[in-house]
């Protein structure tokens, strides 16, 4: 157990509104990572952040936008969901050094209607 | 970033021994192998890591091509609860920005 929290855990909203999932740690790592996972395509990287306030894209992230202005806090905000955006969110942290395994969150269910 | 490939599924009977191949022809020196599995409904769990030797631990094996553009996870007998999607990562030794899945191994065993 790497401490990791998201919330919320299940969420169910309407095209066009905003979402924020937010991720917390306890542990104080650099990386955080959020991930989406859909049917048929695995885990897809949104967003990964290497410290406070350092933050960069991954391979999917159009539609999104993250903030981390606290360690232990890593946010994903969906400006205006759409309902492709529906899927399940996955934060994840790993160790700074060595071969440092990821940690994976229990996941964040959101619905977009 | 270097990329990995798998299968998409394999099944396995129960209490047999399965081997799950994954491909990294691009890997470079410093970039750790990880397995991952998820079981239905729950987050990724780490399964094992290795650089360049044979690994085992209590949950599995992984066996490393010489050349390092190959592993093999080893389950040495296969449970019910080992019904999962496998998943073959590289992890750069530094750096760990950019940490990206494929889709997988979608593994069944059978009774």
């Known amino acids: 157990d790497a401490g990791i929290t998201q919330s919320p855990r299940h969420k169910v909203t309407e095209t066009g509104t905003p979402v924020t999932l937010r991720c917390h740690q306890t542990e104080n790592h650099r990386y955080m990572y959020w991930y989406r996972q859909d049917p048929g395509h695995g885990l897809r990287l949104i967003h990964y952040?290497?410290?406070?306030?350092?933050?960069d894209k991954g391979e999917v992230s159009d539609g999104y936008s993250v903030s981390r202005s606290k360690t232990e806090d890593f946010l994903l905000t969906l400006e205006s969901a759409t309902s492709s955006q529906t899927s399940v969110y996955f934060c994840?942290?790993?160790?700074?050094?060595?071969?440092?395994?990821?940690?994976f969150g229990e996941g964040s269910r959101l619905t977009v209607l | 970033d270097a990329k990995t490939t798998q299968p998409n599924s394999m099944e396995s009977n129960e209490e047999e021994p399965v081997h799950l191949p994954c491909n990294h022809s691009t890997i470079s020196g410093t970039d750790y192998i990880h397995w991952y599995r998820q079981l239905p409904s729950q987050g990724p769990e780490y399964v094992i890591h290795g650089l360049t030797s044979n690994v085992n631990n209590r949950m599995a094996s992984l066996a490393i091509a010489e050349d390092r553009k190959s592993s093999t996870l080893i389950l040495h007998r296969a449970t019910l609860r080992d019904a999962a999607v496998y998943y073959c990562?590289?992890?750069?030794?530094?750096?760990?920005?950019?940490?990206?899945f494929g889709s997988g191994t979608q593994l069944t065993v059978l009774p």
């Open positions: 994840a942290i790993t160790l700074d050094r060595g071969p440092g395994e990821l940690f």
């Open positions: 952040s290497y410290g406070v306030k350092d933050t």
């Open positions: 990562i590289l992890r750069p030794t530094g750096s760990a920005r950019q940490l990206t």
